[in-house]
């Protein structure tokens, strides 16, 4: 008799266009890339639910969390939220009210395990050819995501959750054609798999404890 396949542990991942993967195909978003890792190392994990959609800002994804209702518990859940907050002009204090309750909501749907979740930086986007042709201060995009990410990774230390950095991935060649999307902003594959990189050694670990 074949033994029975190994439970899976459910993830959800949360987000805006970077997770939901702008300008890729679904098998190259960063999440499916994260389980089809996680799998690779012996993690009996999903596929991930993703709630996410290009342009959302932090209010804009706790209104679709809560139209999703209700979502339930999963066994791992990833937060990747914030560039639109900058890009539409709003203030570092108002992310982090935002991000601060949308974290403590994922907490919750971690099971109230704050080692079941894991927080992704921001990307900068404002070294991609987009930008650049938007005659947008440059300076200033990164300053002010440097500052959103400086907030919240105080915020999930606080909370006893794991945050990646992976803006300077994003600022380390991305601007090559290889690393973009043809819409001149979005990452491409190749960049959602550097990010898949720094995350997946975190997420292996969270996810050997019982």
């Known amino acids: 008799m074949s033994a029975l396949p190994q439970a899976q542990l459910s993830y959800l991942a949360l987000g805006d266009s970077y997770t939901i993967g702008e300008g890729v195909e679904e098998h190259g978003r960063w999440p499916m890339l994260l389980a089809q890792g996680l799998r690779e190392a012996g993690v009996a994990i999903a596929d991930p639910r993703i709630i996410a959609t290009t342009g959302w800002t932090t209010d804009e994804l706790s209104a679709a969390m809560d139209a999703a209702k209700p979502l339930g518990e999963w066994g791992f859940v990833s937060l990747l939220i914030g560039v639109n907050n900058q890009y539409r002009g709003r203030d570092v204090d108002d992310y982090l009210g935002?991000?601060?309750?949308?974290?403590?909501?994922?907490?919750?749907l971690a099971n109230?395990?704050?080692?079941?979740?894991?927080?992704?930086?921001?990307?900068?986007?404002?070294?991609?050819?987009?930008?650049?042709?938007?005659?947008?201060d440059l300076q200033q995009i990164a300053d002010e995501l440097d500052a959103c990410n400086a907030a919240a990774r105080e915020v999930c230390a606080a909370h006893g959750v794991?945050?990646?950095?992976?803006?300077?991935?994003?600022?380390?060649?991305?601007?090559?054609?290889?690393?973009l999307a043809e819409d001149g902003l979005h990452p491409s594959v190749a960049m959602h798999a550097r990010w898949t990189g720094a995350a997946l050694p975190v997420a292996k670990a969270l996810l050997a404890t019982a």
Do not use: K, N, Y
């Open 162 to 179: 794991a945050f990646v950095d992976i803006t300077w991935i994003s600022r380390d060649g991305g601007d090559a054609p290889a690393m």
């Open 98 to 108: 935002e991000f601060t309750r949308l974290l403590q909501r994922t907490i919750a």
């Open 112 to 136: 109230a395990r704050a080692d079941r979740v894991l927080v992704l930086s921001i990307p900068d986007w404002g070294v991609t050819p987009f930008a650049r042709a938007s005659g947008r």
